[in-house]
């Protein structure tokens, strides 16, 4: 039965030390507020898995909390580098991390077969690639009806999913609209989903029946955080900050200030902060 919790306790109740956990979003909706209490509880050895670890990930692995990284693309998103994981890759600060990288496909087909409830994902991939030379968990098996040979990687079933939406109803049913990436089958493959939205409505009985919606039973928790997906954004809600990404690149490059920022902006912050940090993206949105 899915609970309407305070992000505090939701985190707290779902993540663990030593978790297989996914922050997902593409460019759109990312967990940042999810991601930021996380940091705030301390939480150590995490498996961080991600097509597109931008900044909450490069602030997660900065303040030591990873182990390893499963992605198919690292950075900032149009402007570069994501710094603090490229420091703990490059010179084990502030601790060594595992990566194993995938192509956007291979992540995708992993996700969905996760949902499915299967062992690995099966599809046309990786040709003409060198990706498996450094990941062995690409590999490859011939398909008995053609003799074709297809890639093959492991389904990706996270321990915990994270992932921000626009509206829940007050039965526990999310409601997502606008670039959905891969959310849905990441929540869909967690042992359990945390959801963040942006607000809880009555019911979505005058909306289009084809809105992506997950379904209450799919849900561990929700919890009600407007602005939650600041600096990313919320289509029909708040536009992208870019100029904090911006930011970011020159904030990340310095690892004293960097330090100094996590604490000013996410140790000494709650979420209840987010809505404040989008009030002036939202009329542009």
């Known amino acids: 039965m899915v609970k309407f919790l305070p992000l505090k306790q939701a985190v707290a109740e779902n993540l663990h030390d030593g978790d297989t956990v996914a922050f997902e979003g593409f460019t759109h909706l990312i967990p940042t ?30 303040m030591g909390m990873a182990r390893k990284i ?15 994981a490229r420091d703990a890759i490059e010179n084990g600060f502030p601790r060594a991390i595992e990566v194993e990288e995938h192509s956007h496909a291979g992540m995708a087909n992993a996700y969905e077969a996760g949902a499915a409830g299967l062992p690995c994902a099966v599809f046309r991939g990786y040709r003409g690639a060198g990706l498996a030379s450094v990941n062995q968990n690409i590999r490859s098996v011939t398909c008995p009806f053609t003799g074709e040979v297809l890639a093959a990687v492991p389904a990706i079933r996270p321990d915990v999913t994270f992932i921000h939406a626009q509206k829940a109803d007050r039965k526990g049913n999310v ?29 979505f009985d005058d909306l289009h029946p084809n809105l992506t919606v997950l379904p209450n039973w799919t849900i561990a928790a929700i919890s009600v955080v407007p602005g939650g997906s600041h600096p990313s954004y919320a289509h029909g809600y708040y536009v992208r900050d870019n100029a904090a990404y911006l930011e970011w690149d020159e904030i990340a490059a310095d690892r004293e200030r960097f330090q100094a920022w996590m604490q000013a902006n996410v140790l000494e912050s709650t979420a209840d902060d987010f809505a404040a940090r989008v009030e002036h993206l939202r009329k542009a949105a």
């Open 33 to 62: 507020a999810a991601a930021h209490e996380a940091i705030r509880q301390g939480f150590r050895d995490l498996t961080l898995i991600r097509m597109t670890p931008d900044l909450i990930y490069d602030q997660m692995i900065g």
């Open 175 to 203: 409601l997502i609209e606008g670039i959905i990436g891969i959310q849905k089958e990441a929540a869909l493959a967690a042992k359990r989903a945390v959801v963040t939205v942006e607000e809880v409505v009555d019911s």
């Open 70 to 84: 499963i992605f198919s693309y690292v950075g900032n998103p149009g402007v570069g580098l994501l710094r603090r």
